[in-house]
């Protein structure tokens, strides 16, 4: 790819290559294609703010993820939010966009690594928990989540088909906007369950405590919360660890960590009360093999009263917690990768 052209870029490309461990960086290559994920960009945003004085957000990164774009990201002094509801992760391509759903802890970066395994012509989206960038009303039903994500992702593309995939409580969530999606005549060519199972086969409690939110918050961090021994389990223990550990989480402020909290106590109780309806079409399942030894494996065979088509099932060698974890995503993407090769639907 074409060399820097100013200081600037001469600065942001040595930068990249460093964080990649890469011995170049030409000025157009996208930091996810060459491996990056949210864990690195968190140091990719350190070493910019100590090399050149610049406070860029993980955001900023999604929209302008190429040294070219960067550098004029930092002249202008522009960013983007991380935390909206719909997050664009890549908004460039001219195939149909994948729309990624949250699960409970309620943010989508960690579907960033799928950008080094999907070609460039997928546009990726996330779809987060309102209520985490700013105290808002959330939502009342799993039914009202998945019409509010219908209606963002209808923003970007406003007729189907759609593809959609969702990690734990997003698989649920997907499935509810997928036959949302076909009671309005729309099609959904491509749904994509990350490990995710109807309530009724999940261990949730009626009204879910902050322990919980915490463990959630650690796993979406990256850290494993079993790890923590007898340390107590309580949001400053978390922040401390995610901060020490350079997790992506560590750069938020405690504000937003609370709304967190709030958020993942409502979408764990909307679970808790959701009954699925049926979907009329196939599924590709993902499926953690590593199952902790207090909780009864489940198989994906419990969606069948209500997906009417095909389970297509591949099993990993991790746990759930670990799914969109760098080794287990980039297996979920070369396969991904092969299926939407074979059926593509240019805009």
């Known amino acids: 790819g074409r060399g820097p052209r100013t200081p600037q870029e001469e600065m942001l490309c040595e930068l990249f290559a460093e964080v990649l ?53 930092l002249e202008s002094g522009t960013g983007a939010s991380a935390l909206d509801v719909l997050l664009p992760l890549r908004t460039a391509g001219e195939e149909t966009p994948l729309f990624c759903v949250h699960p409970a802890g309620g943010l989508s970066w960690c579907y960033a690594g799928l950008m080094s395994s999907l070609e460039a012509d997928y546009p990726i989206y996330g779809l987060q928990a309102r209520g985490i960038g700013k105290k808002e009303p959330l939502p009342q039903s799993l039914d009202d989540m998945a019409a509010d994500y219908i209606e963002k992702i209808r923003t970007v593309q406003p007729k189907g088909p759609y593809r959609l995939l969702g990690w734990s409580l997003g698989g649920n969530v997907i499935q509810a906007m997928a036959t949302q999606l076909q009671s309005r005549g729309e099609e959904v060519s491509l749904l994509v369950m990350l490990d995710a199972y109807p309530n009724h086969f999940l261990p949730i409690k009626n009204a879910p405590d902050d322990e919980e939110a915490v463990i959630a918050l650690l796993a979406l961090g990256g850290y494993d919360p079993d790890s923590l021994g007898d340390q107590p389990l309580d949001f400053d223990t978390a922040l401390t660890i995610l901060r020490r550990e350079g997790s992506a989480l560590a750069s938020l402020d405690e504000s937003v960590m609370m709304n967190l909290k709030d958020t993942y106590i409502n979408s764990v109780g909307l679970l808790g009360t959701y009954k699925p ?51 287990p995503l980039a297996d979920i993407g070369a396969i991904l990768a092969e299926k939407l090769n074979g059926r593509r639907t240019v805009r």
């Open 277 to 327: 309806k049926p979907f009329h079409g196939d599924v590709l399942f993902f499926r953690s093999t590593i199952i902790p030894e207090w909780f009864d494996p489940i198989e994906p065979d419990t969606w069948k009263p209500y997906i009417t088509g095909n389970i297509e099932r591949y099993d990993l060698d991790c746990r759930h917690k670990d799914m969109c974890q760098p080794g």
């Open 21 to 73: 461990h890469l011995p170049r960086v030409g000025i157009d290559d996208r930091f996810f294609d060459l491996g990056g994920h949210s864990l690195l960009a968190v140091h990719l945003m350190s070493r910019i703010r100590e090399a050149m004085g610049a406070e860029l957000s993980i955001g900023t990164l999604f929209e302008a993820p190429t040294v070219a774009s960067l550098a004029e990201r």
